[in-house]
């Protein structure tokens, strides 16, 4: 029977060493580790069971060898341990024997029995004479001295314990007090005193926790109250601010409401509606260039209802004869109705109107001819960015009663602040269908997409911080050099 008993630093030595011993068909048979490595008992696979059952043979034989040794060598040392025992009883017991008959003093004085007496004579006699012999020196050395020549010495009590306690604790003392009066100079100083106020108001003020910091963060996006508690509503309280900001932020890019297509090749008639100044114009001149190019001019049609500015219809006109487009005008001879009765054949017709605020008497009259039509049409709020967020809830409360299908947000670029109208658009769930971000026709217009907007608005808001940073390093070195030069 081929059976190894291998040693190696590891087990896939070992297993290599036992293939290369014994062959490819090599198998374990058992192993453990020992000092230095592994210990490996390998046979062959056809051997296996015999190797086996051999090798369980020779450890039951070791196990009961050790055993034996061990019972052999416990039974020697617990008999050598009794003999230990046993031998220091008895010299115990001999030596209270010999103290008991024979003591080696006894209470009579202080003279020691055990000396002779004429011995002890003897050491009496030695002691005088020592004794007398150093008090003669030391007369002789004495009368050899003169007077003068011995220095006076003033000899103090040495200080006690207590006395050096008591000195320790009033240098102690001393120090406290100069420590105290030091203090009170220094907080007699105004600078100093309110430096120590504001330290002590600092340490008084918690930190802020995750929701605080994000709060701070979409406040200066631009966003609202309701919005930002909805947000951070919910977050863990051991949650990292990184990960908490990436989760709120997820949670507003699901919240903003958008129609994700290009929502002119539906066709049909669009209203595009809002206040002055915001656009509507520009974006049906850019629509209209991005239609065209896409399908052509025979399909479109353009068509103005705003007769209440002075050439007001001349922008469009000229965006028609560069398109080729036609361009229809509403006055009191054409009606909305007819005009676009007439333009039933196009496949989209975009309808400019005008700007007006809810304060102006016309604006009634616009939202009356837009809700009168037989036609089916949508409507589009073209809100800017640019604007505050009191300009954005008005414009969205005097057209809404019109019934809005979307809106058009316009000058991102010109806009510090993206949050009011995405504020607006999350409330209200008035989808935005396209964003423009400057003047370029057709360049500047695209369709909305939420991770853009909330990306926009988190840079937009980091840029304006940015602006104003500097616009208060240049003041601030403006000031000094006015300074300077009084």
């Known amino acids: 029977m081929k059976v190894k008993r291998i040693f190696a630093p590891d087990m896939r030595q070992a297993m290599r060493r036992a293939r290369e011993e014994i062959g490819p068909d090599a198998v374990i048979v058992s192993n453990h580790r020992v000092a230095g490595g592994v210990e490996v008992v390998a046979a062959h696979e056809h051997e296996f069971e015999a190797a086996q059952a051999e090798f369980k043979r020779d450890y039951e034989k070791k196990k009961r060898k050790d055993e034996q040794v061990r019972i052999l060598t416990a039974d020697k040392s617990r008999q050598d341990l009794d003999d230990e ?11 209270n024997d010999q103290v008991e008959k024979e003591p080696l003093y006894q209470a009579e004085g202080k003279r020691n029995l055990q000396v002779e007496q004429d011995e002890e004579d003897d050491l009496q006699t030695i002691l005088e004479s020592l004794k007398s012999r150093q008090e003669a020196r030391k007369a002789t050395f004495l009368d050899d001295l003169d007077e003068e020549d011995v220095p006076s010495i003033d000899v103090k009590p040495a200080p006690t314990i207590i006395q050096k306690e008591n000195a320790a604790i009033e240098s102690m003392q001393q120090e406290i007090q100069q420590l105290k009066s030091l203090l009170e100079q220094q907080m007699q100083v105004p600078s100093r005193k309110v430096w120590v106020e504001e330290a002590a108001q600092r340490k008084s003020v918690a930190p802020l926790g995750v929701a605080d910091k994000l709060v701070k963060r979409f406040e200066k996006i631009g966003l609202n109250n309701t919005l930002i508690t909805q947000l951070t ?10 990960k908490a900001w990436r989760v709120t932020l997820s949670k507003l890019t699901d919240a903003v409401p958008v129609m994700s297509e290009d929502y002119i090749d539906r066709g049909g008639m669009i209203a595009f509606v809002g206040p002055t100044g915001v656009g509507k114009t520009t974006s049906i001149g850019k629509l209209a260039a991005r239609y065209v190019l896409q399908h052509g001019s025979a399909s479109l049609a353009l068509v103005t209802t705003d007769t209440y500015r002075i050439a007001a219809h001349e922008q469009l006109r000229t965006f028609g004869r560069i398109l080729d487009v036609p361009v229809r005008v509403v006055d009191e001879n054409n009606p909305l109705e007819d005009v676009l009765l007439s333009l039933r054949g ?3 017709v975009l309808i400019d109107t005008a700007g007006m605020s809810h304060h102006e008497g016309p604006s009634e009259a616009q939202k009356k001819m837009l809700t009168s039509v037989s036609v089916r049409l949508k409507k589009l709020l073209v809100l800017s960015c640019s604007s505050q967020r009191q300009v ?19 000058k991102l670029d010109e806009s510090g602040s993206l949050g009011e109208a995405l504020s607006l658009v999350v409330e209200k769930a008035l989808p935005i269908a396209y964003v423009t971000d400057g003047q370029k026709v057709p360049d500047d217009i695209e369709v909305a997409q939420r991770n853009d907007l909330v990306s926009r608005a988190v840079i937009t808001a980091q840029k304006t911080l940015e602006r104003e940073r500097e616009r ?8 000094s050099e006015l300074s300077s030069a009084g």
């Open 85 to 95: 025992l046993k031998k220091a009883r008895l010299r115990i017991a001999e030596a």
């Open 233 to 242: 509503r919910g977050l863990e309280a051991d949650l990292e601010i990184a």
């Open 346 to 348: 196009k496949r989209l």
């Open 392 to 410: 954005l809830e008005d414009a969205y409360d005097n057209y809404q009663s019109i019934g809005l299908n979307g809106c058009v947000l316009s």
């Open 472 to 479: 208060a390093l240049s003041s601030t070195g403006g000031a």
